[in-house]
Each structure stands twice: as structure tokens, then as C-alpha cells.
Nanobody, 116 residues
């Protein structure tokens, strides 16, 4: 099994920044994808960004140019730097990881609230 521990959520004013972190442990593979999804109450969970162990990155159109995903493979940790935050970025952010040959795993979620 893979365990994901998130940190870094909180309350910030519009235009501000936050950085999320997610550390993976357990039975993990060197070939994997890590990323972030978010969910607003009443809506489906949506992709924010993903990054493969090889460094390939994918962003949702809504966050391009504002959010940056990165990872430290030695620490099995993925980061999400969120700049120029908007009120519509308010959501619970979930870390996700898919290891080669295994099912995906989810973190517990961290609340990000952007006030106007």
C-alpha cells in the first residue's frame, strides 16, 4: 500500500500564494505519476496538475500560468506552488499517486480557502 501525507493548505487572500506538499511512503515504484486534484462541494473532483517520475507535466487550463507542480524523487514528494490565487480556487485539494502495476492512491485532502 501507498500512504500519502499532505500539508500546506490554509486560508489566503485573493492574489496570494500557497504551497502544498505531499509525501509518499509504503510500497512504491520508481515509475509513477503524482499529482493534485481538487473538489468543490457539489461538484466532481477535477484534475489540477500531474507530473510523472520522468518529469512530464500536465496542467488544467484553469491553473496554467499560476500553479507550478514539481517533485523531489529522492524524497518521494510532490509540491504544488499556487500563485495568484482566485476565490474559485477554493476547494479541498487531494494528492494522488499511481505506481507502475498498482492501483492509484489518494491523500486525505487539505482545504484551501481563498478569500476576496
Amino acid at each position: 500500500q501507498v500512504q500519502l501525507v499532505e500539508s500546506g493548505g490554509g486560508l489566503v487572500q485573493a492574489g496570494g500564494s500557497l504551497r502544498l506538499s505531499c509525501a509518499a511512503s509504503g510500497t512504491i515504484s520508481s515509475i509513477n505519476v503524482m499529482g493534485w486534484y481538487r473538489r468543490v462541494p457539489g461538484k466532481q473532483r477535477e484534475l489540477v496538475a500531474t507530473i510523472t517520475s520522468g518529469g512530464t507535466i500536465n496542467y488544467a487550463d484553469s491553473v496554467k500560468g499560476r500553479f507550478t507542480i514539481s517533485r523531489d524523487n529522492a524524497k518521494n514528494t510532490v509540491y504544488l506552488q499556487m500563485n495568484s490565487l482566485k476565490t474559485e480556487d477554493t476547494a479541498v485539494y487531494y494528492c494522488w499517486r499511481l505506481d507502475s502495476g498498482r492501483f492509484g492512491s489518494w491523500g486525505q485532502g487539505t482545504q484551501v480557502t481563498v478569500s476576496s
